[in-house]
Nanobody, 126 residues
Framework: VQLVESGGGLVQPGGSLRLSCVVS????????IGWFRQAPGTEREGVSC????????MYADSVMGRFTTSTDKAKNTVFLQMNSLKPEDTARYYCAAADPSKCAGPNIRRDDYYNWGQGTQVTVSS
């Protein structure tokens, strides 16, 4: 089981990035996929999740209305589209898998997730 993130980089405030999480060794039909981020000196926080059926998503309040997560099951890939980026979005972003029922609120709990990727760095700066 492997998850590999990509798509990070340096972007100016107000810009956009799309992160990808390619999974192998399992099918997205049976797992929730979550996105997390961690800045230096802070705890890893949940950003978003998408259910195994892709009909349920959740977002942290800090990214609501700016970030969107989606799935391309044919490519075994989950995306995180990030718009209107702010300097406080700077962090290393990770994807991880969880049981199908884990994108149902009230929070995106780190302890529910396993099989973490290595992360991709996002830096928002002018």
């Amino acid at each position: 089981v492997q998850l590999v993130e990509s798509g990070g980089g340096l972007v100016q405030p107000g810009g956009s990035l799309r992160l990808s999480c390619v999974v192998s060794g399992f099918t997205l039909d049976y797992y929730t996929i979550g996105w997390f981020r961690q800045a230096p000196g802070t705890e890893r926080e949940g950003v978003s999740c998408i259910s195994s059926s892709a009909d349920s998503t959740m977002y942290a309040d800090s990214v609501m209305g700016r970030f969107t997560t989606s799935t391309d099951k044919a490519k075994n890939t989950v995306f995180l589209q990030m718009n209107s980026l702010k300097p406080e979005d700077t962090a290393r972003y990770y994807c991880a898998a969880a049981d199908p029922s884990k994108c149902a609120g009230p929070n995106i709990r780190r302890d529910d997730y396993y099989n973490w990727g290595q992360g991709t760095q996002v830096t928002v700066s002018s």
